[in-house]
Every structure is written in structure tokens, then in C-alpha cells.
């Protein structure tokens, strides 16, 4: 049997299910809130602390910036969508030609923060959607909650330019 993140998560739930009608049925008083929080934080420690195995055994992309920093360049593009989860990405597109990158960019990022560099000179559009967390755009816009909308001034909706979809949650997104 595989014990991987999804049975962790199954057995997880599971086991808040039974606390709570144990908690409210029977009245007795259990701190499900901190025990819910402990067993995350439990299992964190130990996802760090054992790192790859087969106990813990994930399928992560290239893509994926998972516990760790990761600066790309234009150029080391390889994908269309990247998910920063507890970790850190610099994002340099600076120096790129707009037909080195897909026409659309997805940037997710969980727990996380995430800079982009931009060139004003291209023709980028970004939407940066954002909940608890903190969106910073190039024109001076900052978003908690909610979204935001930013365009270099080349852009224009006629012509070839690239769309960066920003989702932010419990993170950091600048966008310089």
C-alpha cells in the first residue's frame, strides 16, 4: 500500500470528522482547532525532515517550486505554469523576445512569495488575483483581496503579447 499526501490528507479529515461529533455529541470539550493545526505542522516537519521517499512520494513538475528558491531567466522557461508553494521564485523576463514564451504565463502562488521582472519596452498584460496575501504591481497597486489589472504601455490587444495570470493566496507577489 502507498502511503502518500492524499491518504495523509484522507485520514486527516477522517479524523477532524469524528473530533467534532465526539466534541459537540458528547460535550466534551476537545481543542480540535490546535490539535488540526499541530497535525500540519507535524506533518510538515516531517515532509522536511525525510524530504523524497517512497512514504511521502509526490509527483512534482519542473515547474513546481516546492520548500525551495528558484531564480529563471526568460530563456529557462520550460512551461506555462508555475506553482510556488512555501517557497520563493524571481521570475527575470527582462531579457526575453516575446517568441521565446507562450502567450500566456500562470503563476500560482501558495504560502509563498513571487517577484517578477519586467521589461516595460514588451507588450505584457498582468491580472493579479490575490486572498490574504499582498499583490504589488509596477503602476503602484496593492492588492490583499480581490484583483488588480496592470499593462506596459506597448501592450495592445491587436498585437502579439504575453498574459500573466497571477494567483496569490497567503503569499507575496512583486511585480517590478
Request: hydrophobic share 45%.
Amino acid at each position: 500500500m502507498r502511503m502518500g499526501p492524499a491518504i495523509f490528507w484522507g485520514l486527516f479529515l477522517i479524523f477532524i470528522g469524528f473530533a467534532l461529533i465526539i466534541k459537540y455529541v458528547f460535550d466534551l470539550d476537545i481543542p480540535v482547532g490546535k490539535i488540526v493545526i499541530a497535525l500540519f505542522f507535524i506533518f510538515i516537519g516531517i515532509k522536511l525532515l525525510v524530504g523524497k521517499t517512497k512514504f511521502f512520494h509526490t509527483s512534482q513538475k519542473e515547474t513546481d517550486i516546492i520548500f525551495n528558491d528558484t531564480r529563471l531567466n526568460g530563456k529557462d522557461i520550460s512551461g506555462s505554469e508555475y506553482n510556488v508553494i512555501f517557497g520563493k521564485l524571481i521570475l527575470d523576463l527582462r531579457d526575453f523576445e516575446l517568441s521565446d514564451l507562450p502567450k500566456r504565463l500562470e503563476i500560482n502562488t501558495i504560502f509563498g512569495a513571487t517577484e517578477i521582472l519586467i521589461n516595460d519596452s514588451l507588450p505584457i498584460h498582468v491580472k493579479a488575483e490575490a486572498v490574504f496575501s499582498g499583490a504589488r504591481l509596477p503602476n503602484g497597486n496593492t492588492v490583499s483581496f480581490g484583483n488588480s489589472e496592470y499593462s506596459t504601455f506597448s501592450y495592445n490587444t491587436s498585437d502579439k503579447f504575453l498574459m500573466i495570470n497571477c494567483d496569490v493566496i497567503f503569499g507575496g507577489l512583486e511585480i517590478k
